[in-house]
């Protein structure tokens, strides 16, 4: 009960009679935090998360990965690659300062030291303001890593056809599995000539796979002679007598 104002009545008296206001308040005169967190910055954060979320998603939709063949152990021609995101460490390990003799640098110390160096920035620089140029130690070690990142990535993605890539080694659906007589005498051409590029199984390594192709002889004859696409000429060294047992395989595997 208060004096000269009646009385009021609360079902606990831990819980204050008087109403406060929902409005967030004023932080404009304490530098560097002039809004509230809950709801004003998070909710902006919220909305940032969500347009970058979208954006991904349709760009996996417009780009999806490529799926590739089965691993195969005897595929000498086939250089395999990392995700995308793994990709800059993936090129890191091709410098001399990074591989051979120092690759703990480039697997532990480096990478290490980038990502503590990242760790560590809010604690290095503690400056209440929020503007780029009031925190250089914080914003200079994130513009490193991230032009580090960019270019490693570039470097790394920037000599590969990934189109060529994922028709080379497309996967082979179980229903388009072929038996391959690999003690046919054009096998053992094949094997000599071929095997290195199309694989074993002839589903492709660096070269497209020879599975499901629609040509006659005499064609397959004249691309293992004068090459195709990024195939160069004279890959194929063996006589005549060795290509048309070659070419009649390849067309023999594919009627099946």
């Not at 590029?197 to 192709?213: F, K, N, R, S, V």
């Not at 060795?242 to 009649?248: C, G, P, R, V, W």
Request: overall charge negative.
């Amino acid at each position: 009960m208060h004096k000269g104002k009646g009385m009021k009545f609360v079902g606990d008296s831990r819980i204050s009679s008087e109403r406060k206001s929902s409005i967030p308040k004023d932080y404009s005169e304490y530098p560097g935090r002039t809004e509230a967190f809950w709801p004003n910055f998070l909710l902006k954060e919220w909305l940032a998360g969500s347009v970058f979320l979208v954006g991904f998603l349709c760009l996996t939709i417009a780009h999806p990965s490529p799926l590739e063949g089965m691993a195969d152990p005897t595929a000498a021609g086939y250089i395999p690659l990392p995700d995308w995101y793994f990709l800059f460490l993936y090129e890191l390990l091709k410098y001399n300062f990074a591989s051979g003799p120092y690759i703990l640098f480039g697997i532990l110390i480096i990478p290490g030291l980038a990502f503590g160096g990242l760790l560590l920035a809010p604690f290095l620089d503690k400056g209440p303001g929020r503007r780029p140029h009031q925190r250089p130690i914080a914003v200079g070690m994130m513009l490193l890593a991230l032009t580090s990142t960019i270019w490693l990535t570039y470097k790394s993605a920037s000599h590969v056809d990934w189109e060529q890539r994922a028709e080379a080694n497309k996967p082979v659906p179980p229903s388009e599995e072929v038996n391959i007589d690999k003690d046919s005498d054009g096998y053992a051409v094949y094997e000599s000539n071929c095997m290195s590029c199309h694989g074993e199984d002839m589903q492709g390594t660096a070269g497209p796979a020879l599975i499901g192709i629609d040509k006659s002889a005499d064609e397959i004859a004249t691309i293992a002679r004068e090459g195709i696409g990024s195939m160069p000429a004279d890959q194929f060294t063996g006589s005549d007598e060795e290509l048309q047992k070659l070419a009649d395989f390849i067309v023999s595997v594919n009627e099946k």
